[in-house]
């Protein structure tokens, strides 16, 4: 059963169709195109998937495409303004936290949850903001670098 | 697969009667849209998340009257479950990930009715009710009863939970609940343990423990056992060594990916102990004598 999604990308309207068992994640991807958001465990584990919904950072690849249906959506792909990063992004660079960056667009989409929520993040708010994404390459320390570091520059 | 978005319980409940097995209601999702694409499309996907009046927590006289739609994540940052019930605010706390505590729903915790279900143990030794809506009428009933296996309960495919009453514990009352698994986030635990002791006036006897198992049964249990063994006795180390012990023994874990059976009954006896020992402390303000 196909059903008609609006919804706000990035600030932008956008109408698409999708099936009824499409999850958000394959919706962002496969039909709107935008591929900065990464599939990986496809079981709502590794948070490589992690997108903004009405505020909140939550799993695409366990939501609904169906509902987007009127939510406001923010992808990797809404960070930056034109050429210039955003400070959590330039804040990863500087600090060396992205090695193979399967991981990052995730990463950073939390971390912007969290400086949204928090401009003064606790090392406790830290960890629990990123505990539900996994990075297989950093061993952690400098993606906590990064995140301290766009706190201060925010 | 076809899908709705009813507005009612009641055409909800159409629904599920119309379409019968092959219906499967969604909330937040984080379950079955795994099995959607791991294990089997359902003939019919019932979205009840349009469905208004299911997503409140109210505080009423004595208990916390809680929507099944309600989040995790709003669980974990209520007040009133904070304050008046955390032994059901620490399972949420260390409830998966930040990401899934803000889609998956307590009603979907409760309904999977995964043995594991991390809010399952606290919501037993609350003796916490559910409110279950059919077509031919509402009814409500404990979870004490709810649970029947993995998979199983007594919604079967054509029911609705449409609340969730969780009785605030007795004054004076203290209770931990404890999980064991390999990572703190997102893992699912190999055993869950709640404890919730209530002292005498003299702060000497018990007068009430309630021990939850959740992970290692076909259901979520209470020691049933062990709990008449403490009841209306002091406390003591000896005591809640036979009690460890006989919590484990109550319990029937399986084997799996996660831990062997006889891995989870060591645990199951360490978390007893640990839980007997932190409730004891923090109701009294005494050590385990």
């Known amino acids: ?154 | 697969m076809d899908y709705f978005e009813p507005k009612t319980v009641g055409d909800a409940l159409s629904l599920l009667a119309k379409y019968g097995e092959q219906a499967k209601v969604i909330a937040g999702g984080t379950d079955v849209m795994v099995d959607i694409k791991y294990k089997e499309e359902p003939g019919c996907l019932v979205n009840i998340k349009k469905i208004p009046g299911l997503g409140a927590i109210q505080e009423n006289g004595g208990s916390l009257r809680i929507g099944p739609l309600v989040t995790i994540h709003e669980m974990e940052t209520n007040k009133l479950v904070r304050e008046r019930l955390p032994v059901l605010w620490e399972a949420c706390h260390q409830f998966a990930s930040l990401q899934i505590r803000n889609t998956a729903t307590i009603g979907g915790n409760i309904c999977r009715a995964s043995p594991s279900g991390e809010t399952l143990a606290p919501l037993l030794v609350l003796e916490a009710k559910g409110k279950l809506a059919f077509a031919e009428g509402e009814k409500t009933e404990a979870f004490a009863s709810f649970f029947q296996g993995p998979g199983k309960s007594s919604i079967g495919s054509k029911g609705l939970l449409t609340e969730i009453d969780v009785p605030y514990p007795a004054p004076g009352s203290r209770g931990v609940y404890l999980k064991h698994a390999v990572r703190g986030a997102m893992d699912i635990a190999m055993v869950g343990v709640a404890v919730l002791v209530t002292p005498d006036n003299a702060k000497n006897n018990v007068q009430d423990a309630r021990i939850g198992l959740g992970a290692v049964a076909p259901t979520p249990i209470r020691a049933s056992k062990t709990e008449a063994l403490l009841r209306g006795k002091p406390l003591t180390a000896a005591l809640i060594k036979q009690a460890a012990a006989m919590s484990a023994s109550e319990s029937s874990p399986i084997s799996d990916q996660r831990s062997s059976g006889e891995y989870r009954r060591w645990i199951v006896e360490a978390l007893t102990r640990r839980g007997l020992e932190q409730s004891w402390r923090a109701a009294t303000g005494k050590e385990v004598a």
């Open chain 1, 1 to 154: 059963m196909s059903l008609t999604i609006n919804t706000t990308i990035n600030g932008k309207s956008v109408s698409a169709s999708a099936e009824a068992s499409t999850s958000l994640l394959e919706f962002l991807r496969d039909t709107l195109e935008y591929k900065g958001t990464k599939l990986c465990c496809n079981t709502g584990e590794c948070g490589a998937c992690t997108i903004i919904y009405n505020g909140k950072p939550i799993n695409s690849c366990v939501t609904m495409a169906a509902d987007a249906n009127g939510a406001q959506i923010t992808t990797i792909e809404g960070l930056a303004d034109g050429d210039k990063l955003h400070p959590v992004q330039q804040a990863f660079i500087d600090t060396g936290a992205v090695q193979c960056g399967y991981c990052t667009p995730g990463y950073i989409i939390s971390v912007k949850a969290l400086l949204d929520r928090t401009k003064k993040p606790t090392a406790e708010d830290i960890e629990e903001a990123v505990s539900g994404n996994i990075c297989r390459c950093t061993g952690y320390a400098k993606i906590v670098d990064a995140i301290n570091l766009a706190a201060a520059k925010l």
